[in-house]
Structures are given as structure tokens and as C-alpha cells.
């Protein structure tokens, strides 16, 4: 069973927008918050990650769903098994392990370990 665990806002620089999310809605902060690249937030039982460089304008963004999954090969297989369309397992930092598909209207989601 899947659990979702981040909403990814694609942005220009994650930066600007922490005293938002930060100061204005109070979300907590994971880690660090000077990064141009990805900035992450709890927000309850999930949370909301700042990526940066979204390159087109926000209204043409839409934010990735993404699931936690403890096996995310064994979750990708499933998937793909049951008629998924799913990209490539991506393992850039020791355990963290992610993967994308998309929805049959095309919506990004990702499964990921982290």
C-alpha cells in the first residue's frame, strides 16, 4: 500500500520562498534552507519540497505526487505489472532510491525511499 509522503512545487528559487512557508504558514524546515535546488518542509503527516530551477512559468507547473515506498525496485515491478507506465530507478545518494511514472492524463508522480 502506498502512502503519500511529498507534494514537489517546481520553482525558480527555492529560497525566496522559505519566509512563506516558513514564517507565514509555520512549517518546519528539513534541513537546509539555503539551497537553490531542493528546500523541504513538514507539513503533518507529509511534506512540501521546493525544487528549484522550474524553468517555465507557474501556471504551466504542476506538482508531483510522490509516494514513499520502502522497496523501490520490488514497487516499480508491481507497478509496471499491474500497467503502469514507469521511467528508469534513479539511486543519486547512497539510499535513497526514486522513480517516476505518470498518470494515464499525464500528472508526475514519483515513488521514492525517502
Known sequence: MLEMS??????????????FYRDALGLTPVGDVESKEWIEFRA??????L???GGSPPAKRSPKI?????????????????????GKVHNPFGDLKFCDGND???????????
Open 6 to 19: 511529498r507534494v514537489i512545487l517546481f520553482v525558480d528559487d527555492p529560497r525566496t520562498l522559505v519566509p
Open 51 to 53: 525544487h528549484g530551477g
Open 44 to 49: 503533518g503527516a507529509m511534506c512540501i519540497a
Open 66 to 86: 510522490v509516494f514513499f515506498c520502502a522497496d523501490v525496485d520490488a514497487t516499480r515491478a508491481e507497478l509496471i505489472a499491474r500497467g503502469v507506465k514507469m
Open 104 to 114: 494515464p492524463a499525464g500528472n508526475a508522480f514519483q515513488i521514492s525511499s525517502r
